[in-house]
Each structure stands twice: as C-alpha cells, then as structure tokens.
C-alpha cells in the first residue's frame, strides 16, 4: 500500500544480445543492397557517430547520435548514411527502451562480428541528445589529403600512429559510392569480410591514378577494380605508418587483436559511463 515506484524497465545482458541478433538477422535480407550486406554502411555509421569527437573541449563522440538531425546528418562526410539509419529503425521500433546512440553503436559491433571479425567488447549507457549537441562540420576526415590531415584529425580524437593504422583497416570493407562520396569502388575482393587484406593489397599490388572525370583515386594496375583513396595512400607514403601496415599484412591476428581495441576505444569516446557498467561480449549469430 501507499506511493508504489513505477517498475523502471533495466534491460540486461539478454536483452541487449536480442538487439544484436535482430541486427544480426537482418543485415543480408536485401541481396540487391551493395554486396549484399548492411554490415559495411553500419560500420561507417557508428564510426562517424564516434570520429566526431574531441578530447579538448569533451564534445562529439558517439553519446548523443545527433547525426539524426541536420546540420550534422547534412554534412558532406555523412553523405549515404541515412541508408543505415533507416535500417535501424524497425529495430529501435522493436526495443524502443534502447537509445538511438547505444543502438547506432551496437549496431557496428554487430556487424564487425557478424563479418567474421574480432569480438568487440560492448558498454551501453550513450544518452541522446538534441539538436543543439550537433558538432561543426569538418571534424571528420577529408579522403582528398594526406597524412599531415590524417594525424590532425586522430591526435584532436586521441589516437596515435598505431592505432590511426589500425583503423584504418576498416576499409577493407564494403565501398565507395559515387552518389554519396563522389568516390567509385570496394578496396578488397572480400568486402563484406573483416580481414586485413587492405594492408596486403596497399603493399601488394601496384596503384596508379584513375583516368576518369571524379575526384582524384587510386586504382590497382592489375585488375582495375579496387580503389584506394589519397588517404589510404598516405599510410604507406608515411615512413612512420608504413611499418604498421607491414605488421598488419604479415598478421592477421595481431590486426585483429588491435584492431578491436581500437574500435573498442573508438566506439566510447567521449562516453561518461558509470563505473558499475561492465562490458559485453556478444555471441555471434554468423558463427
Ligand atoms: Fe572510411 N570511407 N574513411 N573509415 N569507411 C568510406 C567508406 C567506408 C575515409 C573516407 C571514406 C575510416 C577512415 C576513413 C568505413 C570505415 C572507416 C568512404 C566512401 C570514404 C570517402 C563513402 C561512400 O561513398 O559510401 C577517410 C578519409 C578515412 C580516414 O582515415 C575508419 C577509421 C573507419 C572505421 C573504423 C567503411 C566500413 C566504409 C564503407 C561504407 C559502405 O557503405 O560500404
């Protein structure tokens, strides 16, 4: 009897795996989508979630998923991610108690395991935020520069040379449209597969520029199919970055190894969790 507390709803480890594997069913329902695979434009989503933040001013990051409103959703990085936003929204409409930015990040966990990649260790406890939290434009990086550009953009999110290398193996997946970037091309013959075949191909293969009227891209003399953009170049260019790359072409497991720090570090920057908040590992539906 008296003032009942309304039962609050504290999802636990079992409902945030039933998110994932609502993710995990889905991502190849539409064969016509790309290659065939959401997993690659999640990937992209949760990284430009996160690749916004800045360790001086504390703003940015993936807590807050303004990227659902405009300026932000608008800014020419962004460009082709509505298309993994709407894919997410049945599943927010399925588990509504879970934030937009806890779901947008799970969402690239998921699909970095569910594309045979590492396991990556999961924190909830992203809080939306409106309209006002949107970060300026420009803070995410520009494929048209080099690697002067590139260490600017990772040092303001806190990464150093190893770590920018690492990520930067995320371009083994999926590709480059030119209705969203302007850029034409998967970089890899897998690019629904987590490997790190992209540091193989950048050392492998020979790269020259591609003849045509869009933005200035590589090509791999060989085939003609892959691409590389000015960035990606610029990580074998770099003395310092090549020898990461090396070490990443030589062994998968260490790339994989790293790599999941990385994006695990990635994912939750900028994210004041409590300290009771204890870390997920979930089971992978494509196993
Ligand atoms: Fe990236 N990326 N990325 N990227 N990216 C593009 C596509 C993907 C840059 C530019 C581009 C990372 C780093 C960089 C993915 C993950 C990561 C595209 C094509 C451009 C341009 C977009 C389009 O046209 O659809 C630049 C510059 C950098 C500098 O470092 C990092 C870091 C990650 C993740 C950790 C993924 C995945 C894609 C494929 C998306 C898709 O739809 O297939």
């Not at 935020?129 to 002067?148: E, N």
Request: with cysteine.
């Amino acid at each position: 009897p008296g003032s009942a507390t309304p039962k609050v709803f504290t999802p636990k480890f079992d409902d945030y795996q039933a998110v994932y594997n609502a993710i995990a069913n889905r991502l190849e329902e539409k064969d016509d989508y790309d290659d065939g695979s959401y997993g690659p434009v999640l990937v992209r989503l949760a990284w430009h979630a996160s690749g916004t933040y800045d360790k001086e001013t504390g703003t940015g990051g993936s807590n807050g998923a303004t990227m659902r409103f405009a300026p932000e959703s608008d800014h020419g990085a962004n460009a082709g991610l509505k298309a993994a936003r709407d894919f997410l929204e049945p599943v927010k409409e399925q588990f509504p108690w879970i934030t937009y930015s806890d779901l947008w990040i799970l969402a690239g966990v998921c699909a970095i395991q569910e594309m045979l990649g590492p396991q990556i260790p999961y924190r909830p406890g992203r809080q939306d935020k409106d309209i006002a939290a949107c970060t300026p434009d420009g803070r995410l990086p520009d494929a048209s520069q080099g690697q002067d550009h590139l260490r600017n953009i990772f040092n303001r999110m806190g990464f150093n040379d190893q770590e920018i290398v690492a990520l930067s193996g995320a371009h083994a997946l999926g590709r480059c449209h030119v209705d969203r970037s302007g850029y034409k091309g998967p970089w890899t013959f897998s690019p629904t597969v987590v490997t790190n075949d992209y540091f193989k191909l950048l050392l492998d293969e020979k790269w020259q520029w591609k003849k045509w009227n869009g933005p200035k891209q590589y090509e791999d003399k060989t085939t003609k199919a892959l691409m590389m953009l000015p960035t990606d170049m610029a990580i074998i260019q770099d003395k310092k970055f090549k020898e990461w790359v090396v070490k990443y072409a030589a062994d998968n497991d260490l790339f994989f190894k790293d790599f999941a720090a990385v994006i695990g570090k990635l994912f939750e920057l900028g994210v004041p969790f409590s300290e009771s908040t204890e870390k997920m590992v979930f089971k992978p539906v494509n196993a």
